[in-house]
């Protein structure tokens, strides 16, 4: 075989040369030699020998995509740069670039056993969603971040079937107690009774039996509605001067008792002047408020309620005990009084929420009705008329005329008291009586309804004489 003359077909190239071998023959890589360097990165190498004798190797190509060279290793390199490959070529690639892989991160426990294939993000990925992860994902190729990117929340790695039995756990709601049935008014209609009742019984006893009891269980009443108010005026920042009030509470029913009507109007004055001075002495914000709130106050609940002495007082103040069998004219006027107003709470109520259907004040008491009110008139009238013929053996209309002056009182004092508690924002002054709410939720009637008595029973004596 000639110099010139190439080898000839079906021979196998070989990287040695015999010993009767030409040496002018050209040297072609073996296989091994080839599959040697693409192991080893050579491949740049192996090719540049195969063309330099002018014969391409016959192993099987493998294509490796050119790498940019950056300056600060793959950190610079864009996602976008890196074509899809196999698994076999990144190992090329990375030991042509001289990158090291580096050590994963083992995933936590509980998602170890499931990898979820949301997790792992694919070698395939268009380029627009790689463009929308942060710098730092863009910086190291998708395979490699395969390991890391297992690690998914536990939440998500717990299959649908083990965390039913918990949401379920979560949601489900304890048991609540029943609230206790109220009636359509809005009260526990048994401890209403029951509590009206005890009252009832209670002021009654030390009426016909030892007025200087009935002081007593009044002023206390009266001192406690004073404190309902003053609580709840502080919704509005309204400070009332306690101590002056409750002195000029306790001291004005006995003066109306004893000195009758001057006592009475004596020891209201008193006890604003007493509230004006104590409020001078104090250094703190907001004194004209707290004054004409203390005014207010003792005009409203500790003067009004005295009127109920002036009537008692009609047959002469007494200390002493007295018997059922002989009450004096002053208990009977104020027991027919108390029945007026209890008729009217009682038989306004029954009415009210059986028939009740047109609001007598919407904004100020929503529950009150005009059926309400007519049923209290009928019931007021019954009762005022069988009281005064069997009581005071008067003639009926004088009971007429008291429950129709009676009726329309106990109403405006009842509507003067929610008034003030809607303009304060309290349902109840307090909640100390079941069933009531608090003591002025059951003086607020009697308050208007003592005056116009007083006024009635007076006029009717000066009437006679």
């Given at each position: 075989?000639?110099?010139?003359?190439?080898p000839?077909?079906?021979?196998?190239?070989?990287?040695?040369?015999?010993?009767?071998?030409?040496?002018?023959?050209?040297?072609?890589?073996?296989?091994?030699?080839?599959?040697?360097?693409?192991?080893?990165?050579?491949?740049?190498?192996?090719?540049?020998?195969?063309?330099?004798?002018?014969?391409?190797?016959?192993?099987?190509?493998?294509?490796?995509?050119?790498?940019?060279?950056?300056?600060?290793?793959?950190s610079?390199?864009?996602a976008?740069?890196?074509?899809?490959?196999?698994?076999?070529?990144?190992?090329?690639?990375?030991?042509?670039?001289?990158?090291?892989?580096?050590?994963?991160?083992?995933?936590p426990?509980?998602?170890?056993?499931?990898?979820?294939?949301?997790?792992?993000?694919?070698?395939?990925?268009?380029?627009?969603?790689?463009?929308?992860?942060?710098?730092?994902?863009?910086?190291?190729?998708?395979?490699?971040?395969?390991?890391?990117?297992?690690?998914?929340p536990?939440?998500q790695?717990?299959?649908?079937?083990?965390?039913?039995?918990?949401?379920?756990?979560?949601?489900?709601?304890?048991?609540?107690?029943?609230?206790?049935?109220?009636?359509?008014?809005?009260?526990?209609?048994?401890?209403?009774?029951?509590?009206?009742?005890?009252?009832?019984?209670?002021?009654?006893?030390?009426?016909?039996?030892?007025?200087?009891?009935?002081?007593v269980?009044?002023?206390?009443?009266?001192?406690?509605?004073?404190?309902?108010?003053?609580?709840?005026l502080?919704?509005?920042?309204?400070?009332?001067?306690?101590?002056p009030?409750?002195?000029?509470?306790?001291?004005?029913?006995?003066?109306?008792?004893?000195?009758?009507?001057?006592?009475?109007?004596?020891?209201?004055?008193?006890?604003?002047?007493?509230?004006?001075?104590?409020?001078?002495?104090?250094?703190?914000?907001?004194?004209?408020?707290?004054?004409?709130?203390?005014?207010?106050?003792?005009?409203?609940?500790?003067?009004?309620?005295?009127?109920?002495?002036?009537?008692?007082?009609?047959?002469?103040?007494?200390?002493?005990?007295?018997?059922?069998?002989a009450?004096?004219?002053?208990?009977?006027q104020?027991?027919?009084?108390?029945?007026?107003?209890?008729?009217?709470?009682?038989?306004?109520?029954?009415?009210?929420?059986?028939?009740?259907?047109?609001?007598?004040?919407?904004?100020?008491?929503?529950?009150?009705?005009?059926?309400?009110?007519?049923?209290?008139?009928?019931?007021?009238?019954?009762?005022?008329?069988?009281?005064?013929?069997?009581?005071?053996?008067?003639?009926?209309?004088l009971?007429l005329?008291?429950?129709?002056?009676?009726?329309?009182?106990?109403?405006?004092?009842?509507?003067?008291?929610?008034?003030?508690?809607?303009?304060?924002?309290?349902?109840?002054?307090?909640?100390?009586?079941?069933g009531h709410?608090?003591?002025?939720?059951?003086?607020?009637?009697?308050?208007?309804?003592?005056?116009?008595?007083?006024?009635?029973?007076?006029?009717?004596?000066?009437?006679?004489?």
């Open positions: 075989m000639s110099d010139d003359q190439p000839a077909a079906g021979s196998a190239p070989s990287g040695n040369h015999g010993p009767g071998a030409d040496p002018g023959a050209p040297n072609y890589p073996s296989r091994r030699a080839l599959r040697d360097a693409e192991r080893a990165g050579s491949k740049g190498s192996a090719r540049s020998a195969a063309d330099a004798n002018g014969r391409r190797p016959a192993s099987r190509k493998v294509p490796v995509p050119p790498v940019p060279a950056a300056p600060e290793g793959l610079g390199l864009p976008e740069a890196l074509p899809p490959v196999r698994r076999r070529d990144i190992r090329t690639r990375n030991a042509v670039a001289g990158w090291t892989r580096p050590a994963a991160v083992p995933p426990a509980a998602v170890r056993p499931a990898a979820t294939p949301t997790a792992a993000p694919s070698a395939v990925e268009p380029a627009p969603t790689r463009a929308a992860q942060p710098p730092a994902a863009q910086a190291v190729p998708a395979a490699q971040t395969a390991p890391t990117a297992q690690a998914v536990a939440a790695a717990v299959p649908p079937a083990q965390t039913a039995p918990t949401a379920q756990a979560s949601t489900a709601k304890p048991p609540t107690a029943k609230p206790p049935k109220t009636s359509r008014a809005g009260r526990n209609l048994p401890a209403a009774i029951v509590v009206g009742l005890g009252l009832l019984i209670l002021v009654l006893g030390g009426l016909l039996l030892y007025p200087v009891a009935l002081i269980i009044v002023a206390g009443f009266a001192a406690v509605g004073v404190w309902e108010v003053s609580r709840a502080l919704q509005r920042r309204i400070a009332v001067p306690l101590a009030v409750l002195i000029g509470t306790v001291a004005m029913p006995p003066a109306a008792y004893f000195s009758g009507a001057e006592g009475l109007l004596f020891a209201l004055v008193a006890s604003a002047v007493a509230v004006l001075v104590w409020r001078c002495l104090d250094p703190a914000e907001g004194a004209v408020p707290s004054i004409f709130a203390g005014v207010f106050v003792l005009a409203w609940i500790p003067f009004m309620m005295s009127f109920v002495f002036l009537l008692l007082r009609a047959g002469g103040p007494t200390t002493g005990i007295t018997w059922l069998s009450p004096h004219v002053g208990a009977l104020v027991v027919i009084m108390l029945l007026l107003v209890v008729a009217n709470d009682t038989f306004g109520y029954l009415v009210g929420a059986t028939f009740g259907k047109h609001p007598m004040a919407p904004k100020i008491s929503p529950k009150k009705s005009w059926e309400g009110f007519a049923g209290s008139v009928a019931g007021a009238v019954l009762v005022g008329v069988l009281a005064t013929v069997f009581l005071l053996g008067q003639p009926w209309w009971g005329v008291l429950a129709v002056c009676l009726v329309p009182a106990g109403t405006a004092g009842d509507l003067a008291e929610s008034m003030v508690k809607r303009e304060l924002g309290v349902k109840d002054m307090s909640s100390i009586l079941p709410g608090g003591v002025m939720d059951r003086l607020d009637s009697i308050l208007f309804s003592a005056p116009v008595a007083f006024l009635i029973f007076t006029a009717l004596a000066q009437i006679r004489t």
